[in-house]
């Protein structure tokens, strides 16, 4: 069954979309990460789906209801940010106490033993807690609604990085434990990517790529050494990133349709082929310039 399901989905800003007919579906049960550069419109996105914000036109389906102002998505879903905020008056002991009321499927004994865990003081306010310790808190509020969808927006900002393993690995036992939709959006897909099972990439407006992870991670292949060598080899394909190594070396990455005897007779004409990490793809798909910050170098040094 698919829990989301957008289709032409825009959202302008002014004269700028920042969706533009942007079309996928999400399966139930999936733990999706949403990828794309800075002002990409992850975020947007989200909101829209969360039901804080209305698309602009398009069609948004969550749990097969248009999620803007439906009492049926809000009880099911859950959208945690870093800027969540809590009535003033509660403490830390009160929101828990809240939301155990508030969400059908709470988790009173996980969402203690966080607490206890990462030593929130009781009597503390939210507005009062650092950067790191509100998305500590926030998370242990994502993680024990257990809501049927759960969406966290960036949700290790601040935290340092043992607190964002000790995270991802509460937020993979629970997930395997109780099994729901979980969108996650993060600039940090090296250290997500062993949790998602799909990733959907935005890129000007619209779903660039979703697909398994793990065919993320073979999505692309480099291929390095002599400049002519690599030259043949990459004629008519996309490059998507390019290094010059040395003199006389570079080093490509392009999308990864070679065959095993592809391979084998590249590496016979001297190359040296080895895979791209999923998140280098991102990057590299996302990126207006192929070869990344260094051709800003390279311009200023060519005047
Ligand atoms: N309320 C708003 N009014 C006008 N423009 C907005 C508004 N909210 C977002 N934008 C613009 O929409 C674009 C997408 O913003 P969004 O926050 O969705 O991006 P993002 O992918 O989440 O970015 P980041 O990774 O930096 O958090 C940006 O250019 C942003 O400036």
Redo the contacts with the bound molecule.
């Keep these: 069954m698919k829990v989301i399901e957008c289709t032409n989905v825009t ?1 302008k ?2 004269r ?1 979309n ?1 969706l533009d007919k942007m079309t996928f579906s999400i399966e139930e049960n999936k733990m999706t990460g949403l990828i ?12 829209i789906l969360s039901g804080f ?1 209305r698309e602009t036109s398009g069609e948004v389906q969550v749990f097969s209801e248009g999620p803007f102002n439906s009492l049926f998505v809000s009880a099911n879903s859950i959208f945690i940010d870093d800027q969540m905020t809590f009535p003033p008056a509660l403490n830390l002991a009160e929101i828990l106490e809240e939301a155990s009321r508030f969400y059908e499927n709470w988790d009173a004994k996980l969402a203690q033993g966080m607490f206890d865990y990462f030593s929130f003081n009781p009597h503390q306010y939210h507005r009062n807690l650092s950067k790191g310790l509100m998305s500590t808190f926030n998370m242990i509020i994502g993680l024990s609604a257990r809501c049927a969808l759960t969406i966290f ?2 949700p290790t900002t601040g935290m340092d990085a043992s607190v964002r393993k000790d995270f991802y690995r509460a937020l993979l036992k629970d997930y395997i434990a109780h099994p729901r939709s979980i969108i996650i ?1 993060s ?1 940090h897909l090296n250290e997500v990517e062993d949790l998602l099972e799909d990733v959907l990439l ?1 890129k000007d407006g619209k779903a660039h790529l979703h697909l398994p992870i793990s065919e993320l991670k073979e999505w692309a292949i480099a291929l390095q050494g002599k400049k002519s060598t690599v030259a043949g080899w990459t004629m008519g394909r996309e490059v998507l990133h390019e290094k010059q190594m040395g003199p006389s070396s570079i080093y490509s990455v392009v999308k990864n349709d070679f065959t095993e005897a592809d391979i084998q007779s590249a590496r016979l004409d001297g190359l040296e082929i080895t895979s791209v990490s999923s998140s280098d793809v991102c990057v590299y798909l996302t990126s207006k310039h192929k070869g990344g910050i260094d051709d800003v170098f390279n311009r200023n040094e060519s005047i």
């Excluded at 794309?36 to 909101?47: D, E, I, Q, V």
């Design positions: 959202k800003y002014g700028i920042v794309g550069r800075n002002g990409a419109g992850k975020t947007t996105l989200l909101k914000i927006d960036e959006s600039h935005i």
